[in-house]
């Protein structure tokens, strides 16, 4: 057990915890042979493994060993014993950017060094391939001289995370920071979707209160889709144009960070930073070689036998997405007629899946199952438009309740309308809490309960709780 003042692998001294979560701890901490102040993150390896979370530590230490740079957390180490992993990083005694804009809005000198610094070290992070995806004051430390540090890469993707499509797809981020094409879900760009976050960081530093602020969820994201925000009286008139750039909804017109670094306002005062010298060598793939002696499983751990289908797990932005009554698409594009149906359960997952499986040999389809939680039920005769295929896709909730997403992905719409109708339906009426238009209920959950939530919170479609 770890407590202050213990030694921790015969080099480091332990001092007071300086924060906690579900999944780790850190600790402030000195080095034995160098005095050197450090911040020492302890995370608990049998609880990662059992929720699954060894490829997100494994990413987080990837993109911080590859983003070296003045103006980010440097980490120095990476060690483990049977039960923990320990990572050694830069101690940043000065705390968290936003316990100082909670105090007020700073000054416009102020608030322009830390916006130089943060973009500074976010282009960095985009030329590395690097996207971090969750900017906001709580991410950003501050050294006892002033000096901003990003931190938090936990919700962070590399450049080789994106589909044929060139793009991102993973909704995460915090709500009021994150941009209007994240939360469509139809997919984004890395890189400008940090900048809108930066965006609403620099309205912060000059404001002192965000500028898409409702204490409903839904009016805020109306507000975040079609940008609807107002500068203070005070901001000077060029920076209210800079972040009017910024605050672009059209990500396609949205200023570049090149572009940012240009303007005048900006580069007011401006001193160059450099990049702190990395291994050139490093390069993302060499994720998967992180020592797998690091993330081996704690002796006495139960491994339980993996389901063949897991259910994804659903956040704010998905159940708002799924629920009727608070479909975004209209904030952006026209509306697309839908070809899928939505129903909720009380049920656990496997029983869903075996319900579904059920009723797929009952009306002769073949079986197939996919990656995140993924049923895909396929005919076995040729239709007037090719074979018809079924998805049904589950995401968690609670593990007690659950979405469920049936939709065609070939063939006939009139055939799988028909079938629909007359057969999956009535197949299913035993584990349907309710069909999505039947009842409010879904709705209410969303507003009711997710706006309460998630408002200021971090989260990751693909990632069940947040180490920090």
């Avoid at 060894?54 to 003045?70: A, G």
């Avoid at 979707?193 to 109306?222: H, Q, R, T």
Wanted: glycine fraction near 6%.
């Amino acid at each position: 057990m770890e407590s202050k003042g213990s030694i921790l692998m015969e080099r480091y001294e332990l001092g007071k915890l300086l924060g906690q979560g579900t999944f780790a701890k850190v600790h402030h901490a000195r080095d034995l042979k160098t005095s050197m102040n450090v911040a020492i993150k302890m995370i608990d390896k049998e609880k990662i493994i059992k929720v699954g979370m060894i490829d997100q530590i494994k990413r987080e230490i990837s993109v911080m060993r590859l983003v070296r740079h003045s103006n980010i957390v440097q980490l120095y180490e990476v060690m483990a014993t049977k039960r923990k992993i320990y990572c050694v990083m830069e101690y940043v005694k000065g705390g968290e950017l936003f316990n100082k804009v909670a105090k007020g809005k700073l000054k416009e000198d102020v608030a322009r060094k830390c916006f130089q610094q943060l973009i500074s070290a976010v282009d960095l992070c985009h030329s590395r391939g690097v996207y971090h995806r969750d900017l906001k004051p709580e991410n950003l430390l501050l050294d006892e001289n002033g000096n901003l540090k990003i931190s938090d890469f936990g919700l962070s993707a590399f450049a080789e995370s994106k589909r044929q499509d060139g793009l991102l797809h993973t909704t995460c981020g915090t709500p009021a920071y994150v941009a209007p094409e994240v939360i469509k879900r139809r997919g984004y760009d890395g890189a400008k979707a940090d900048i809108w976050s930066c965006g609403v960081i620099l309205y912060v530093l000059l404001a002192g209160y965000l500028p898409f602020l409702d204490s409903n969820l839904m009016e805020m994201y109306k507000k975040i889709g079609k940008a609807e925000f107002k500068c203070p009286n005070w901001f000077p008139p060029d920076a209210r144009r800079l972040i009017s750039k910024i605050l672009d909804p059209n990500p396609s017109t949205r200023i570049s960070i090149s572009k940012i670094m240009e303007n005048s306002w900006f580069r007011k005062g401006l001193q160059l930073i450099k990049p702190i010298k990395t291994d050139t060598d490093w390069k993302p793939k060499e994720e998967a070689a992180i020592d797998d002696a690091v993330f081996g499983v704690c002796e006495n751990t139960d491994e339980q036998k993996p389901e063949l289908v897991k259910p994804a797990h659903l956040n704010a932005f998905d159940i708002i997405s799924f629920s009727t009554g608070f479909d975004l698409s209209g904030l952006f594009e026209e509306r697309i007629k839908k070809r899928e149906v939505i129903f909720t359960s009380k049920q656990l997952a496997k029983t869903i899946i075996s319900k579904l499986e059920d009723v797929a040999k009952r009306l002769k389809l073949k079986v197939m199952k996919k990656d995140g939680g993924v049923l895909k039920l396929e005919g076995c005769k040729e239709g007037r438009k090719g074979v018809l295929s079924i998805d049904a896709e589950i995401f968690e909730v609670t593990p007690n309740f659950h979405f469920v997403e049936v939709k065609k992905s070939n063939g006939d719409t009139i055939e799988y309308k028909k079938m629909m109708k007359k057969d999956i339906r009535p197949a299913l009426e035993d584990i349907v809490w309710t069909w999505q238009g039947d009842e409010p209920r879904p709705q209410q959950l969303a507003e009711e309960e997710i706006s309460e939530t998630y408002q200021g919170d971090s989260f990751d479609t693909n990632s069940p709780q947040n180490a920090q």
